[in-house]
């Protein structure tokens, strides 16, 4: 079995074990650095309370020795241009899990501003902006990888242009006066399909027969009708209250 399936396995085998434990001393407790600020999301509010959880002793270690926020938005963008490499260089697991770990990155940014008590406009400009250049990147990996194929090549431009309008009828909202965080595609479920299509892509590739970069194409194309969809729906959403 591959290396990264195994690190996957255990690292989801971990994760299912915590959960009980979460479940019976930590769920439903007030989380003051949860400030839902990214809407709703898909798995539910469980799955995103216990993965604040998880990530508590990183959190943890980061305000002990005194991270900026800003080093995690950083990081953020170097894991989204790693990962576009690897995407690039047909390196699709490796990619996969930068993806991830970009996430990762992007969650812990925002709860050590706020338990510094550094939020404010400026770190949610940097936020909300460097998101944007990591899936760029990450996106642009994507296209290359895939450039030899008509159909995926225009998945993953769908995909990229449908990410970034989900982004801008939001931030256009915002711009007057209208708050949106509604919709199924935002950025929580574009990293776990991108990330999770990368790693898995070339053991269920081989296993199946198919070509490799058919599973995470298929996820790809999930993201831009999802996407899509999203947008279109936050702008129906945002102008009926402008009316």
Do not use: H
């Amino acid at each position: 079995m591959r290396i990264d399936l195994v690190v996957l396995l255990g690292l989801l085998g971990l994760a299912f074990a915590s959960m009980p434990i979460y479940a019976t001393t930590a769920a439903g407790r007030s989380d003051p650095l949860d400030v839902d600020e990214r809407g709703s999301f898909v798995l539910g509010d469980f799955v995103r309370g216990w993965f604040y959880w998880f990530v508590r002793p990183i959190e943890r270690a980061a305000l002990a020795i005194g991270a900026s926020p800003t080093a995690f938005n950083l990081l953020g963008v170097a894991f989204g241009a790693a990962g576009g490499a690897l995407f690039a260089t047909g390196r699709l697991n490796l990619g996969g899990w930068a993806v991830l770990l970009g996430g990762a990155a992007d969650v812990l940014d925002g709860r050590i501003a706020r338990a510094r008590g550094l939020a404010g406009p400026r770190g949610a400009f940097l936020d909300s902006t460097l998101d944007r250049f990591a899936e760029v990147a990450a996106f642009v990996g994507l296209a290359v990888y895939f450039q030899a194929s008509t159909l995926a090549l225009v998945a993953v431009v769908t995909a990229l242009g449908g990410s970034l309008l989900v982004s801008y009828a939001r931030a256009r909202g915002e711009s007057v006066g209208i708050v949106c965080k509604v919709g199924v595609m935002q950025r929580a479920e574009r990293l776990l399909l991108v990330g999770f299509g990368g790693i898995l892509d070339p053991a269920v590739t081989a296993a199946a027969g198919w070509t490799p970069g058919a599973l995470l194409v298929a996820l790809i194309s999930l993201v831009a009708v999802g996407t899509l969809g999203t947008a279109v729906y936050r702008t129906v959403w945002i102008a009926r209250r402008l009316v």
